[in-house]
Each structure stands twice: as structure tokens, then as C-alpha cells.
């Protein structure tokens, strides 16, 4: 076994790498610097981890989030790592403390805050130990065109450039965030040398995707939530007002739930993401405020409330679903209603001070295009990986058998709704096509609405004309008739649908009207949005189950015990994946226990007798 095979046993009890992580280990070992684009959950800490742990001196790590540190710092401790963390949450004693055995030689690695890296006290301690690698989490905050900018992370630069005053040590920058433009800056910003270059694809393969167009966003959050009792997921929300309100429906329900926005005080994010982190409540209700340095690696799902803004968004907010390897689901309940609250969100987002207004425009420009392609995911008639993958640039052959298009294939069939969509053309023009879609909506159901009848839209012959369709089907019918070019809208905040050639041709009954709509009986539809994606695919078969025996619930009261006693959230003492292992091969000495996928030396020896107590009492 060689030398990093070894360490990823020893200390994080895991017996192959994943893909990227070894050549990128490789690179860093032969003093390369890299630059590693990875999907999160795919483990790129492990890829500085490791060399960290066989370099002979020290290992700074930047970061950006004080939680994501303490995280960190928190797991590798209790894999017997050394290491330490230096930010603002520690008191001026506590940082000395952590300069002096820094300085002493206590740790083999040290995250720091970007705020820190150039003030005198760390630059003092630096010069005098031997610092044989810098990496940089969350690379893409050095640039402007990432989401998450952070000035402070230009510093890294100047940092380095002071070390070099010594010997430079190599460089390592991660990073989930794919475009060309952030990966240019992180190069140039970070003075990478000719880095190692990995971009490991975007595919995580334990992950089910589905979308759903539900009646009721509710009633299908509860449905989701009712099979997933003792799971822990993220319930996703655009607004503070909708997390408010989610977040007391399913408390009103009975589940234990809780909340995440920055509307609340500081100390009510920190108490409440606490209380999710210790598995004191399973339901974190949050706004996109929430999760960035969040490391929870046995979130089972993550529920979409409403649509994100961007496909870079959701994909890094469904990704923190099955970190730890696990099956996991990722559910997007999309309404075609999402658009405008999505595009009054861009609207009235905070401008950037650094920019003018042309270029604030030009911002804003892009952030609609990529809002039309998020849309375009969630209506989208193809294999919602294959979408995904395919938008990060990834190569894909072949439908993916593991998200809801793929599995509700059979479910759809190609429909005539000429008729329907005439008698919404004409109402349109009837109305002179100069009024919204809830307008529309409220005319073709009959609705008695005092602007409507003091307008007259109830005297108009479509008015009423779709009272037996529901509310949410005419505006599905409506963004069906958008989406295939009948109508048109000019990109603003309220858009009013137009009819274009195509949609004249309709009602000249020069052209009909054929479109995907769900089959009357769709049985498989629905197994598919009780059971997402535990029930077997081809794909999903190639990922470890979480198995559902006492057995395993054993082994989970014990690991809560534990992580009671050890102050540490259960996920650290043992990920689920570890404990279905665990379940697999039921070791029955500390050899075969030590060869549990997850189990390194620290913490066989720490935890192993308990466990194999337990074990052995449920294989007898
Ligand atoms: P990222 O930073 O890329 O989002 P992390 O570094 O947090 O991902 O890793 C995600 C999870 O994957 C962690 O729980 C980690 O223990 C696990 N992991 C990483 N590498 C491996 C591996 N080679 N084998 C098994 N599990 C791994
Ligand atoms: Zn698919």
C-alpha cells in the first residue's frame, strides 16, 4: 500500500479514492499546484487533507466561513488529525494560544480566515515554521464573477508573494464553480504556476433529481416529508416570508422542524442550525442564506420549494443531499409562479457597488438568461441529469434511469390541446393582449375579481371558458404555450404574453397544438413521487443502500450516544455510510471492524468496542 492509500485508511478509514482526488494528491506530492473542480460532496478536502498529513511542515487552509472551519477542524480532530483554526470566533487568548503552538509545531494543519493571513501577529509566526502548502477552499471567491465575492481573498496573493520571501510552498485551489471566467481569475488572481488542472465532472450519481409540478406545493411537501421521518433534509425557499410560512405548516404537522434566514437575529441562526446539525430537528427550513459551509454529510434530501434563480445555485444547494455517499434525494416542486418571484429577486437584488450601471445591466442580463435556463430545466421533457450535467459542460451519453423524467417515462403522453389552446389565444387577444398571467388565469376560470368584472373581462366569450380546469393547469397550459413559442413575453417582472405567428397560425386553424401532458392514470407517476429514488435502477443499484434493520437503528442510538457525550454532531463520529458497512459485513473482531469502510485507527480505537458490542449482540 503506498504512502496515501495508507494515510486515507489510517486516519479516515476509507479504502479507495473518488474520482479527481488521487491525481490531484499526486500533483500536490510532486509540488505541482492544482486547481480542482469538483461538485460539492464530491471530497475535494480530502485532496489537501491528504498531503497535508505527508508533507513535512505545516498546512495553512483558507477559508471562507467560521462554521465551515470549525467543521472541519471538529472532524479531523477526531480522526486524531492536529489541527487548529484561526478567525474571529476565538478571543485574542485563544488566538495566541493557537499562534504559540502553531509556532511550536502542535499542528500539521491550521485553517485560516482571509482576514487574518496578512496580519502581523500570523505573518510573524509564518516566518519562523516550515509552511509546505497553501490551499484554497472555495477558490471562486477571489472572483468578482462568482457568486460568493469576497475582497479579503485577493490578500491570498500578497500572502503568498511574502512567503516566496522563503521557499513559495505549493499552491492548492477547490472550488464547486465551473465557468471558464472564474476559473481564469482563480489562476491569474491566485498566481497559480501552471497548475494541475482537474475537473472531475459534475455527475453524483447517489443523487435522485426530480422535479415536480404540483397542485399543491403543501400537501406535496408533506407527502415528501411523511416517508422520511427519522431523515434529515433541507426544505429550500426564495424568500423569507415563504420559509416563515413552511416552516409553521410542518410544525402545525407534527415534524420537527426549523428555521434559516437573515431576517433573524444572529443568535437564532446560530442556535437553529445547531439544532440541525445535532439532529435535534430533522427539517431545516432555509432560505439560500443557509448551507455554505455547512458540512452535515447525511442530509437524506433537499426539497426546492420554489425554483432557484440559476442552475449554479441549485445544483450546489441539491448537492449538499448525500455528502457522505448515501442515496439521497433532490426534489425541485416547481410552479410556473416561481418565475416571477425568481425574477423579482433579480430584480431588486443588491447592486454591486463596484460596478456601473452598464455593467450592472449587463449583470442582470446574464441573470435572466440564466434563470430561462433553469426554467427550461424544470419543464424540461429530457433526463434531468443529462440537463444538468450538460449544462456544467460534462460529456453524456445515454439517460441517466435515476430522476423523475427517466423514471416517469410512460407516465406523459403527446397530447392534442388545440382546443385549449385556442380558446387561451383568444382570450388573450380578447383581453389586447396587454394584461399578466394571474389576469388570464382569473378570465378563463370565471373568476369575479373587482379589477376584472370593473374591467369587463366577464362579458368577454372566453370568460369563464376553463372553469373546470384548475388554476395551476391553466398556468401550466399557459407556460407550455410560452415555452413552445405560441406566446411571447418581454423579459420583465410581470410579463404579459403576446401572440406570436406561431400562436396566429393556431387560431387561423392554420396549425394545431401538440404538447406533453401527464397520462389520466399514472400509476408509476406516483410510486415514483412516494418512493424518489430508493426503489432499484440500474444506477441507483450501483450505490450502497441504507439499510432500514434494528440493526441499524441500534447502531444510530449508540452513535447519538456518543456524539452526546463527545459534544460533536452524530454524522462526525460516524457518517451513515460507515454504519451500513457496519451492517454489511457485521466484523466480529477489531481487525475486520477496522476494515469498515469510514472506521481509520483513532476512531476504531476509540469507538470500536462499543460498536462490536452491539453487533454482536444483533448477529447472534
Ligand atoms: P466537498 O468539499 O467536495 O463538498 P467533502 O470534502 O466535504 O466534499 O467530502 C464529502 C464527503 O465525502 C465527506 O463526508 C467525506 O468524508 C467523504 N469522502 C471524501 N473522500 C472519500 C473517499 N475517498 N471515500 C469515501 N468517502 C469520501
Ligand atoms: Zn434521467
Known amino acids: 500500500m503506498d504512502e496515501k492509500h495508507r494515510v486515507l485508511k489510517q486516519y479516515f478509514g476509507h479504502d479507495a479514492f473518488r474520482g479527481g482526488q488521487e491525481a490531484l494528491i499526486d500533483a500536490l506530492l510532486s509540488g505541482r499546484d492544482v486547481l480542482g473542480i469538483m461538485p460539492t460532496g464530491a471530497g475535494k478536502s480530502m485532496c489537501y487533507q491528504i498531503p497535508a498529513l505527508l508533507f513535512d511542515g505545516i498546512t495553512i487552509i483558507v477559508s471562507p466561513l467560521i462554521s465551515l472551519m470549525s467543521d472541519q477542524v471538529t472532524a479531523l480532530v477526531q480522526a486524531g488529525v492536529p489541527a487548529a483554526y484561526l478567525n474571529s470566533a476565538l478571543t485574542p487568548g485563544q488566538c495566541n494560544t493557537v499562534l504559540n503552538r502553531l509556532r511550536a509545531g502542535w499542528y500539521k494543519l491550521i485553517y485560516v480566515a482571509p482576514e487574518r493571513l496578512l496580519t502581523p501577529g500570523f505573518l510573524s509566526v509564518c516566518e519562523s515554521i516550515n509552511i509546505s502548502m497553501v490551499a484554497v477552499d472555495e477558490a471562486h471567491c477571489v472572483s468578482q464573477w462568482g457568486q460568493d465575492f469576497r475582497p479579503s481573498y485577493l490578500k491570498i496573493a500578497e500572502f503568498l508573494s511574502i512567503l516566496s520571501g522563503k521557499q513559495r510552498p505549493v499552491v492548492g485551489a477547490f472550488t464547486a464553480t465551473a465557468t471558464d471566467d472564474v476559473r481564469d481569475d482563480i489562476v491569474r488572481l491566485l498566481g497559480l504556476g501552471n497548475p494541475f488542472l482537474i475537473t472531475t465532472g459534475f455527475d453524483r450519481p447517489n443523487l435522485y433529481f426530480g422535479v415536480i409540478h404540483p397542485e399543491n406545493k403543501d400537501d406535496a411537501l408533506l407527502s415528501l416529508v411523511s416517508d422520511k421521518a427519522d431523515r434529515t433534509g433541507i426544505v429550500y425557499c426564495a424568500t423569507r416570508k415563504s420559509v416563515e410560512d413552511v416552516c409553521s405548516m410542518l410544525c402545525e404537522a407534527g415534524y420537527p422542524a426549523t428555521r434559516y434566514h437573515a431576517g433573524l437575529t444572529e443568535e437564532e441562526r446560530r442556535l437553529n442550525q445547531q439544532a440541525f446539525v445535532y439532529d435535534e430537528k430533522r427539517i431545516m427550513v432555509a432560505t439560500n442564506a443557509f448551507g455554505m459551509g455547512i458540512d452535515k454529510s447525511d442530509v437524506s434530501y433537499v426539497i426546492h420549494y420554489q425554483m432557484p434563480k440559476n442552475i449554479e445555485s441549485y445544483y450546489q444547494e441539491a448537492g449538499r443531499a448525500g455528502r457522505d455517499g448515501s442515496p439521497a434525494q433532490c426534489i425541485l416542486l416547481y410552479s410556473p409562479k416561481d418565475v416571477h418571484t425568481a425574477k423579482f429577486l433579480i430584480e431588486n437584488s443588491e447592486p454591486n457597488p463596484e460596478l456601473d450601471e452598464a455593467a450592472q445591466q449587463a449583470v442582470r442580463e446574464r441573470e435572466f438568461l440564466r434563470l430561462r435556463e433553469m426554467n427550461a430545466y424544470c419543464r424540461a421533457e429530457r433526463c434531468l441529469r443529462k440537463s444538468l450535467l450538460q449544462y456544467f459542460g460534462d460529456q453524456v451519453t445515454g439517460d441517466c434511469g435515476n430522476c423523475s423524467v427517466c423514471k416517469t417515462r410512460g407516465a406523459w403522453e403527446m397530447t392534442d390541446v388545440t382546443a385549449q389552446a385556442k380558446t387561451v389565444l383568444f382570450c388573450i387577444l380578447q383581453m389586447h393582449q396587454r394584461f399578466g398571467i394571474k389576469m388570464i388565469t382569473d378570465v378563463l376560470r370565471g373568476s369575479r375579481g373587482e379589477r376584472l368584472v370593473s374591467l369587463g373581462f366577464d362579458k368577454i366569450p372566453t370568460y369563464s371558458a376553463l372553469r373546470a380546469v384548475s388554476e395551476n393547469d ?58 424518489g429514488g430508493t426503489s432499484k435502477t440500474k444506477r441507483a443499484s450501483a450505490v450502497s443502500q441504507i439499510p432500514d434493520t434494528p440493526l441499524m437503528q441500534a447502531l444510530r442510538v449508540l452513535r447519538s450516544s456518543l456524539a452526546v457525550k463527545a459534544h460533536v454532531p452524530a454524522y462526525v463520529i460516524f457518517p451513515d455510510a460507515a454504519l451500513a458497512d457496519m451492517c454489511a459485513k457485521k466484523p466480529k473482531t477489531m481487525e475486520e471492524f477496522r476494515s469498515v469502510s469510514g472506521v481509520g485507527e483513532v476512531k476504531a480505537e476509540k469507538y470500536g468496542e462499543a460498536f462490536l458490542r452491539v453487533i454482536c449482540h444483533y448477529s447472534d
Open 474 to 531: 391553466v398556468r401550466q397550459l399557459l407556460a407550455s404555450l410560452i415555452d413552445l413559442g405560441y406566446l411571447e413575453t418581454e423579459d420583465d417582472v410581470y410579463p404579459v404574453p403576446k401572440i406570436t405567428e406561431r400562436g396566429q397560425a393556431v387560431l387561423a386553424d392554420e396549425a394545431r397544438v401538440v404538447m406533453r401532458v401527464p397520462k389520466k392514470k399514472e400509476p408509476e407517476a406516483e410510486t415514483v413521487r412516494k418512493n
